[in-house]
């Protein structure tokens, strides 16, 4: 071993010019704080929503999507929004709120910042662990064991913790981090 390598133990050094990657606690600080902001999001543009898929009084008229086409029309809209927000916020070296707030930028692994693409990817794989969930509870359901498919919500953000780089999910498959803004 070369006299001016560091210890085997000691973490890599970043590269000159290249923002270390946040900590996980970080990371998830900001991720419960991203998830109150989607939730106010989603209950303003479902309020928003309702007059096309609530139940109309008889003698009405008004555009209403009825019973479980409404119920899918409304989820695939607040999706729609949701995905709205986070690809603008994350493309183009913009950053959310919580972003903000907890000092972090996107990048990808050349550290330069994601485009739209690259932040739809995210986005999407960010779904994989609520998807997981929806098919192994209607899987488990007739045995009466649904309910041990929540976990699985949270499957990509579980991952961090198996993941060597102490990635997410979603920013392992779209090729992305979360790095210290400073």
Same mark, same amino acid.
């Given at each position: 071993?070369?006299?001016? @390598?560091?210890?085997?133990?000691?973490?890599?050094?970043?590269?000159?010019?290249?923002?270390?990657?946040?900590?996980?606690?970080?990371?998830?600080?900001?991720?419960?704080?991203?998830?109150?902001?989607?939730?106010?999001?989603?209950?303003?543009?479902?309020?928003?929503?309702?007059?096309?898929?609530?139940?109309?009084?008889?003698?009405?008229?008004?555009?209403?999507?009825?019973?479980?086409?409404?119920?899918?029309?409304?989820?695939?809209?607040?999706?729609?929004?949701?995905?709205?927000?986070?690809?603008?916020?994350?493309?183009?070296?913009?950053?959310?709120?919580?972003?903000?707030?907890?000092?972090?930028?996107?990048?990808?692994?050349?550290?330069? @910042?994601?485009?739209?693409?690259?932040?739809?990817?995210?986005?999407? @794989?960010?779904?994989?662990?609520?998807?997981?969930?929806?098919?192994?509870?209607?899987?488990?359901?007739?045995?009466?064991?649904?309910?041990?498919?929540?976990?699985?919500?949270?499957?990509?953000?579980?991952?961090?913790?198996?993941?060597?780089?102490?990635?997410?999910?979603?920013?392992?498959? @779209?090729?992305?981090?979360?790095?210290?803004?400073?």
């Amino acid at each position: 071993m070369a006299p001016d @390598a560091p210890p085997p133990s000691s973490p890599p050094l970043p590269r000159p010019g290249v923002l270390p990657t946040a900590s996980l606690g970080r990371r998830l600080g900001a991720l419960i704080y991203e998830a109150l902001l989607l939730a106010a999001l989603v209950l303003i543009a479902g309020f928003l929503l309702a007059p096309l898929v609530s139940p109309t009084a008889p003698g009405e008229r008004q555009l209403h999507v009825p019973g479980l086409a409404g119920r899918a029309f409304e989820f695939c809209a607040l999706v729609a929004v949701g995905g709205a927000y986070c690809v603008w916020s994350w493309s183009g070296g913009r950053r959310t709120l919580a972003m903000k707030t907890w000092r972090l930028r996107l990048v990808r692994a050349d550290g330069t @910042a994601p485009d739209a693409r690259i932040a739809l990817v995210r986005y999407a @794989a960010a779904w994989l662990g609520p998807a997981l969930a929806l098919g192994a509870y209607v899987a488990l359901r007739p045995a009466g064991l649904g309910a041990h498919a929540l976990w699985l919500v949270a499957f990509g953000f579980l991952w961090a913790f198996v993941d060597p780089g102490r990635q997410f999910l979603h920013d392992r498959i @779209a090729g992305t981090r979360l790095v210290v803004d400073t």
